[in-house]
């Protein structure tokens, strides 16, 4: 990672760290959390197990791509975003705990610890997963610095992106298709769903708190939808030559369970060259962006060059 992304990197996982903490219910001192009694003991275990999902590991990649995407336009303060990026984050995060129980893709390994429901029970993780998704919507509402315009579009974008049509439509389909052939229309119609939907949610949230105008949001959305296709891609690609260690969870499950993946139908060089091609094409939608954009052009390449 080239050293002007990095520091921009680390300031935005300072603050994301202290507002999942808050989201969690651990940072009880936080703004947004007095009304969260944290000491209430009946609610303990379920806190802890929202803060285990939430605070250990992972890229951050949403939150990352939201507070760049506010840059991109010009916006300094990165407290505008935070609000958006941290609920990008609580969406994510669930989406993880569910994709990872055995009713989906029973996968026991997760973010280099043991999946939420091995570590506590699966009724928590469905429970937490529930949980966290709701409270992305309420930290939004509670949003300092944006107004009610912009924080019912971003429930509007955001809430679309993870719901039937989105999110949860792509996961539905990855599970109805485990078994099945897909042609090359159907996987992208499927990772544009469970994957991209989220990716293109965290660039149009970003432009929204930058107060972005039309032409620049949809700048912004042809990005992400490039490299939302491009990320699941890599995703697919590293389950064949990752390492589970360095990935932080079980390479070769996607094999294991027979699932349709962008390596299963165009190989592995295959795999590659549609990543580069999203690549290009993602970064060909900055062009009429300044040097402001310059750290969703590294993210992206980051996503496309990632082992993990
Ligand atoms: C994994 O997402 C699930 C997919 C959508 C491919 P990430 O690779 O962003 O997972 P973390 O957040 O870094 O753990
Ligand atoms: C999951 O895709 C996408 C989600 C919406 C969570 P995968 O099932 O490929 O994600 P990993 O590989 O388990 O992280
Ligand atoms: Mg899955
Ligand atoms: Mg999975
Ligand atoms: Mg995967």
Known sequence: MNPELADFVGECQRRLSASLAIASCTGATGRGAPHYPAAMPSLAALTAAANYSLAHGGKRIRPLLCWAAAHALGTTDLALATAPATALELVHTYSLVHDDLPAMD???LRRGRPSLHKAFDEATAVLVGDGLQARAFEIISDAPGLDDHQKLKMIRVL??????????????????????????????AMHGLKTAALIRAALALGGVAAGGSQSQLEALDAYGRHIGLAFQVVDDILDVEGDTGTLGKTRGKDGQANKPTYVKLLGLDGAKAEAQRLLETALAALADFATTADHLRQLARYIVERDH
């Open 106 to 108: 029973d996968d026991d």
């Open 159 to 188: 809430s679309t992106a993870a719901g039937l049509h989105g999110m949860v439509g792509g996961q539905f389909m990855d599970i109805r298709a485990t078994d099945s052939e897909l042609d090359l229309a159907h996987l992208q």
